[in-house]
């Protein structure tokens, strides 16, 4: 993320326009800013610090979620903003509440989603004394946002809410943070809204000139070996139409980074899925061993590239992307253009260049066939056929959202995703506790769509207490939980690494001998339904009784800890190394 401006910097939004209201408390200035912008619904957890903004939100028609925990609220305004593109909103008191927030604002942050975070702060007389429950919000997220104000005249109100949601959207989006004082709240003044925001400082490329594109054709005419990598940023700027035409036209295979699956039809025969250290044989074998590479919203991260020296190491490394931070930063590209993703593929589509490819695709195709995606049939429950027969009976259509860990892994690889927006994972950060909360964002924001969220037994414990707003908010969330009593990512780099010694990565009782915590009684504690699986035959039945259930319904799977996620490159690796057994 980049900004010239600086967190205590004066608005410069234009007020062309606006009209000056009757006095009104800063707390009401700022709920009508919401208003303003859009804003439909927050997630907020109330405290000293906020009070005057819940009471103002009393005669507002923002619908309020209330979380279990501030962390919840964050990752619901994630999952919200991850399902429609449009901001996700919350807030929190001061201190502990905008503390608890910092996980979900850094989750933003790495996965360039739009949010504007509202935290409540102590009065300005005691800001900087450690007065009860104060803490420096600016200062402790300046690294993971992509801007920040602390706002000390209530009049300013409208613009900074201005400013905030262009830039969280704007460009390369992610999180704001507005922090606002309570004697700010409380203070009475006659504000003016701006029509919209102008910012000087803050200046977008959006488009390539006509010698980058030209130099762009070029490398497509003297190539025989072609591989699109596209990420998230294809999904941000609404081209997956452009893309799919583009690989067509073209005639390019394509492999998505995980978060731009979805960008691309992974049932096309063009598609690759995603490479990286768990993604497909075929995908990791084609961007390596293409002659260029062309990467489009993608940041080139160490999950996918590993070795940066030893990466598709004969290719022309072609890197596409908005933010101009990101060009060069892992990957040495040769060349490197800041542009939407729409605009340069739409203007490559008025001189389509077609060639056949042959030996190239053949390669590919062969590839696919000889190690496809596949797992054991022992007749036990494999966590790849939950994930089938949950995309089997949703028909593919379902907003698929999850936790971290192996099951994450899984559901990216075994859910055939046709659309943007279709799976909602923690991609750059990795946060455990993500699923839930996300969850309940993304069937707020989606509520005529099934959304379900595949979850593990530890990462589901990480945010347990938002089975409280499932059912006080009546989120009719889907949810199902691999349970194998083990933090199994981390035991299968134990199995892989160091001899299968097992070091706090055993989540069972040793004083029971069934599973624990019992998930069906602790949702049945919170009235939401549930049911255990433990075989294969209970798992079809158990997902189609929790699609058929008129609300919320918790399925837990059993599973073994044993099993691996397959492929796997090693740390440090490259695509040669590949585990596939």
């Known amino acids: 993320m980049s900004s010239t401006l600086t967190a205590e910097a004066k608005p410069k939004t234009r007020r062309s326009g606006a009209a000056r209201q009757h006095p009104m408390k800063g707390s009401e200035v700022a709920i009508r800013c919401l208003e303003h912008n859009g804003v439909d619904v927050i997630f907020a957890y109330p405290g000293g610090a906020s009070m005057e903004l819940h009471q103002a939100l009393r005669n507002s028609r923002v619908r309020v979620i209330l979380p279990r925990h501030e962390q919840g609220g964050a990752f619901a305004a994630g999952g919200y903003a991850r399902a429609t593109g449009k901001v996700g909103v919350c807030m929190a008191t001061s201190g502990p509440g905008a503390t608890n927030l910092v996980t979900g604002i850094a989750d933003a942050y790495m996965d360039s989603i739009p949010m504007v975070v509202i935290t409540g702060q102590v009065t300005q007389r005691y800001i900087g004394k450690n007065a009860f429950q104060e803490i420096d919000i600016i200062g402790m997220t300046r690294p993971i946002v992509k801007h920040s104000y602390l706002v000390l005249d209530p009049m300013d109100l409208p613009e900074v809410f201005a400013e905030a949601f262009y830039l969280a959207a704007s460009g390369r989006p992610g999180p704001v943070v507005i922090d606002i004082p309570k004697d700010v709240q409380q203070k009475l003044c006659a504000p003016e809204f701006p029509r919209k925001a102008v910012m000087r400082a803050y200046e977008l490329k959006t488009k390539a000139t006509d010698e980058e594109l030209e130099r762009l054709r070029q490398s497509i005419r003297n190539c025989d070996r072609p591989c699109l990598y596209v990420g998230g940023g294809v999904i941000t ?17 394509v492999a998505t980074s995980m978060m731009g699956i979805g960008a691309f039809p992974e049932t096309h025969p063009l598609a690759l899925k995603w490479p990286g250290m768990h993604g497909t044989y075929y995908a990791n074998y084609a961007v390596n061993e293409c002659d260029l590479l062309i990467g489009i919203g993608t940041r080139y991260d160490d999950r996918v590239t590993g070795n940066v020296d030893t990466f598709a190491q004969h290719a022309t490394i072609v890197h596409i992307d908005i933010d101009p931070s990101e060009i060069n930063k892992n990957k040495r590209a040769d060349i490197g253009i800041v542009c939407d993703a729409k605009d340069i593929l739409t203007r490559l589509l008025e001189k389509p260049i077609r060639k056949p490819y042959t030996e190239w695709h053949a390669r590919v195709q062969k590839w696919k066939q000889e190690q496809p995606l596949r797992y054991r049939d022992d007749g036990q429950i494999q966590p790849p056929f939950v994930v089938e027969t949950v995309w089997e009976q949703t028909k593919g259509k379902a907003i698929m959202v999850t936790g971290v860990g192996q099951h994450q892994m899984w559901t990216a690889q075994y859910y055939k995703f046709e659309r943007p927006r279709q799976l909602l994972t923690s991609g750059g950060l990795g946060a455990m506790g993500f699923g839930l909360p996300s969850a309940i964002g993304a069937k707020v924001a989606c509520p005529d769509q099934t959304v379900v969220l595949i979850d593990g037994d530890g990462s589901f414990q990480m945010n347990i207490q938002e089975l ?19 933090l199994g990512m981390v035991a299968q780099w134990e199995d892989r690494f160091y001899g299968s010694r097992r070091a706090n990565t055993v989540l069972r009782s040793t004083l029971t001998d069934r599973p624990y915590p019992d998930f069906v009684t602790i949702a049945k504690g919170y009235l939401i339904p549930g049911r255990e699986a433990w075989t294969k035959d209970e798992v079809r039945d158990g997902v189609r009784e929790m699609l058929a259930t008129d609300g919320p319904f918790l399925l837990d799977v059993h599973v073994e800890y044993q099993e691996h996620v397959l492929p796997m490159i090693p740390a440090g690796g490259t695509h040669k190394n590949i585990m596939t057994e």
């Open 237 to 253: 700027s609404g081209a997956h139409r452009e893309l799919r035409r583009f690989a067509e036209e073209f005639n390019i295979p």
């Open 468 to 486: 409280g707003t499932v059912h006080c908010e009546e989120v009719c969330v889907k949810m199902v939980i691999m349970n194998n009593q083990h």
